[in-house]
């Protein structure tokens, strides 16, 4: 078959390090798909990389036709069918929140630019590098040839982690759990909502608040080990979540592929226009979607609560400033 060409940005990194076997073997694009890969970084890490072309060539993988090391945009973004953006300035110790945007509206609106000139209009761009959402905003209004709804940013380890707390605690596998919610940034505002989500008890479906029957649990604790799990593995680990973002990712972009399962919704951030829930336009704004012919939707029609209501409408102001904040850098980088 014809191979689809992937880039990956960010390429030398740890998360890049445990995505890329995942991708090459076939676990993303399916067994049958020849892939080329395409790894972008900045010149300095030029000789990693190098190492890690070495590393792919090694594991001697039937579907990988090539591997593209670069420093360059041109190279990087010509003709491609999946941009998964990771790379980003990381935000360093005593760095203010505008500082890590403003080094970000750079390297996205020069990446959305890139995109726009390069790549195929059908490409698919996933926004991993923080800040994710307003980054993907970014890119995307640097892309204007390139539809809106061929952007999205990765929520889907939030969504995972809050999977995985609900399956914890009622000593079920994460497979159990489905249908939770994250609304919002890819931040601490985010609101992880389980009032939708059900899990498999012993062979029946029951809601998760029923399942449970630990409300002060769920509003509280639930939520904070949701929001803060990237800080706890920090804290932990002394380095970032790379092995659970890289699944993350993988199931992200599956989806994206192949559709979600029939009765299941997913998170992932997505522009908000024409969304039921109030949530301002032209955010980029983590949401319930199915997704069908590799094209996503709104999952409508679900109830709010206040107390969801007032979780929603906190994290969509935060995304609103830092989004004021990135289009000034926008117009002056």
Same mark, same amino acid.
């Given at each position: 078959?014809?191979?689809?060409? /992937?880039?990956?940005?960010?390429?030398?990194?740890?998360?890049?390090?445990?995505?890329?076997?995942?991708?090459?073997?076939?676990?993303?694009?399916?067994?049958?798909?020849?892939?080329?890969?395409?790894?972008?970084?900045?010149?300095?890490?030029?000789?990693?990389?190098?190492? /890690?072309?070495?590393?792919?060539?090694?594991?001697?993988?039937?579907?990988?036709?090539?591997?593209?090391?670069?420093?360059?945009?041109?190279?990087?973004?010509?003709?491609?069918?999946?941009?998964?953006?990771?790379?980003?300035?990381?935000?360093?110790?005593?760095?203010?929140?505008?500082?890590?945007?403003?080094?970000?509206?750079?390297?996205?609106?020069?990446?959305?630019?890139?995109?726009?000139?390069?790549?195929?209009?059908?490409?698919?761009?996933?926004?991993?590098?923080?800040?994710?959402?307003?980054?993907?905003?970014?890119?995307?209004?640097?892309?204007?040839?390139?539809?809106?709804?061929?952007?999205?940013?990765?929520?889907?380890?939030?969504?995972?982690?809050?999977?995985?707390?609900?399956?914890?605690?009622?000593?079920?596998?994460?497979?159990?759990?489905?249908?939770?919610?994250?609304?919002?940034?890819?931040?601490?505002?985010?609101? *992880?909502?389980?009032?939708?989500?059900?899990?498999?008890?012993?062979?029946?479906?029951?809601?998760?608040?029923?399942?449970?029957?630990?409300?002060?649990?769920?509003?509280?604790?639930?939520?904070?080990?949701?929001?803060?799990?990237?800080?706890?593995?920090?804290?932990?680990?002394?380095?970032?979540?790379?092995?659970?973002?890289?699944?993350?990712?993988?199931?992200?972009?599956?989806?994206?592929?192949?559709?979600?399962?029939?009765?299941?919704?997913?998170?992932?951030?997505?522009?908000?226009?024409?969304?039921?829930?109030?949530?301002?336009?032209?955010?980029?704004?983590?949401? *319930?979607?199915?997704?069908?012919?590799?094209?996503?939707?709104?999952?409508?029609?679900?109830?709010?609560?206040?107390?969801?209501?007032?979780?929603?409408?906190?994290?969509?102001?935060?995304?609103?400033?830092?989004?004021?904040?990135?289009?000034?850098?926008?117009?002056?980088?």
């Amino acid at each position: 078959g014809e191979a689809i060409r /992937v880039l990956v940005t960010g390429a030398a990194g740890q998360i890049a390090y445990s995505l890329l076997y995942s991708i090459a073997k076939g676990d993303v694009f399916g067994k049958e798909q020849p892939l080329i890969l395409v790894l972008l970084d900045i010149t300095p890490t030029m000789g990693v990389l190098e190492g /890690v072309v070495m590393e792919l060539q090694d594991c001697a993988l039937p579907l990988l036709r090539e591997v593209i090391p670069t420093d360059k945009e041109e190279v990087a973004f010509k003709d491609i069918d999946v941009a998964i953006l990771v790379g980003s300035m990381p935000r360093r110790e005593g760095m203010e929140r505008k500082d890590l945007l403003k080094a970000n509206v750079k390297i996205f609106k020069s990446q959305g630019a890139a995109l726009d000139k390069y790549a195929k209009k059908t490409v698919k761009v996933v926004v991993v590098g923080n800040p994710a959402n307003t980054n993907c905003l970014i890119a995307s209004k640097s892309a204007p040839s390139i539809p809106k709804q061929n952007f999205s940013c990765l929520t889907r380890l939030d969504h995972n982690r809050a999977k995985s707390q609900i399956a914890l605690k009622l000593g079920v596998t994460a497979n159990d759990v489905k249908n939770v919610i994250i609304w919002g940034n890819h931040s601490s505002t985010q609101y *992880p909502d389980v009032n939708h989500a059900k899990v498999n008890v012993k062979g029946k479906e029951v809601g998760v608040y029923e399942a449970i029957k630990d409300d002060s649990w769920l509003k509280g604790d639930f939520i904070l080990t949701v929001q803060q799990r990237g800080a706890a593995v920090i804290k932990a680990r002394k380095l970032s979540s790379a092995m659970s973002a890289a699944k993350a990712i993988c199931d992200h972009v599956r989806d994206i592929w192949f559709g979600t399962p029939a009765g299941e919704f997913v998170s992932m951030g997505v522009i908000s226009d024409g969304n039921s829930y109030g949530v301002p336009e032209d955010l980029l704004y983590s949401f *319930p979607v199915v997704i069908k012919d590799k094209t996503w939707k709104f999952v409508d029609g679900l109830s709010i609560n206040d107390f969801s209501r007032e979780k929603m409408a906190l994290t969509a102001k935060e995304l609103t400033e830092e989004k004021e904040t990135a289009v000034e850098f926008l117009s002056s980088a």
